[in-house]
Structures are given as C-alpha cells and as structure tokens.
C-alpha cells in the first residue's frame, strides 16, 4: 500500500498545446453535410427555366433552336428534321460542337412525357446543355 504524503507541489501545469479534437469533429460533420449535399445539387440535364420576375437571359449570337411542334414533328431553326435524324441535324447545326446550348422550344399541347423522350435523345446525342424556352413576360393563356 503505498501513501503519498507530500502534498506540496499540486498546482496544475498550463498546456500551451491546442486542443484540435474540436476543430476534427467540425470538419468531419461538415464533410458530411457535404458529402449528402453534393449529390442534391447536382442534374443530370443543366436546364434554364426562364420566370415571370427574371429578366431575359441573353442569347447568343446564333442559338440553336430546336422545336417540338403539337404533332410532334421537329424543327431545326425553320427546317423540318425527322426524329431519326436529330443526331445528324444537330451536329451540323452546331458545328459538331456538343458543348453549345440548345434552346428547346415545346407546343403548350406536347404531353410532357413526349418532352422528356426529345431531351432523352438529346442527351443520348451527346447534347447536355439544353435551355427551355418560354414565352417572355409570363404571358399565359388557356
């Protein structure tokens, strides 16, 4: 049994060190949040959706429009492109550069369904950027 009687020197000694632990579970909790967030933020197709409030983006010198008519039909600036085509087409249009905007312009009547087939086969031809076209000033009519 051993009994320490010197009860002299017991001031505690001061650590100059800093403590990181704290510092360690902030970062980990952030990357974290990160690590949940990133994938939110990221979509498959970049789309530009113009709003009421918001102004006009500008266009680019010559825009690529491709529309989608009521009867499904396509068009390529005012050229009538058929759907097995549009890889073709588009890549003459745009140079062959896949990087350049589409603006795509859809009929109020096109089922939406019918849209996201067009932006499929856009994708698929290598087009990503694809920019929706509304009518300016939020104008809506039934």
């Known amino acids: ?10 001031d ?7 403590n990181v632990t704290p510092f360690i579970d ?14 939110l933020a990221t979509i498959d ?9 918001a102004a006009p983006q500008p266009r680019p010198d010559k825009p690529v429009w491709l529309t989608l008519k009521n009867d499904l039909g ?6 009538n492109v058929a759907p097995q085509s549009l890889a073709a087409a588009l890549d003459s249009a745009t140079g062959g550069d ?8 859809a009929d109020r009547a096109v089922a939406y369904g019918d849209l996201m ?11 990503a950027r694809i920019a929706l076209v509304g009518q300016e000033g939020g104008a809506h009519h039934d």
């Open 117 to 127: 087939s067009l932006m499929d086969r856009l994708r698929g031809a290598g087009y």
């Open 12 to 18: 505690l000694v001061e650590n100059h060190e800093i």
């Open 45 to 53: 197709i970049p789309v530009d959706l113009p709003s009421a409030s």
């Open 1 to 10: 049994m051993a009994i320490k009687l010197d009860q002299g020197d017991t």
């Open 74 to 79: 396509l068009m390529i600036g005012e050229v």
């Open 98 to 105: 896949h990087e350049k905007r589409i603006y795509l312009r």
């Open 26 to 39: 902030v970062m980990l909790v952030l990357l974290i949040i990160f690590m949940v967030a990133a994938p």
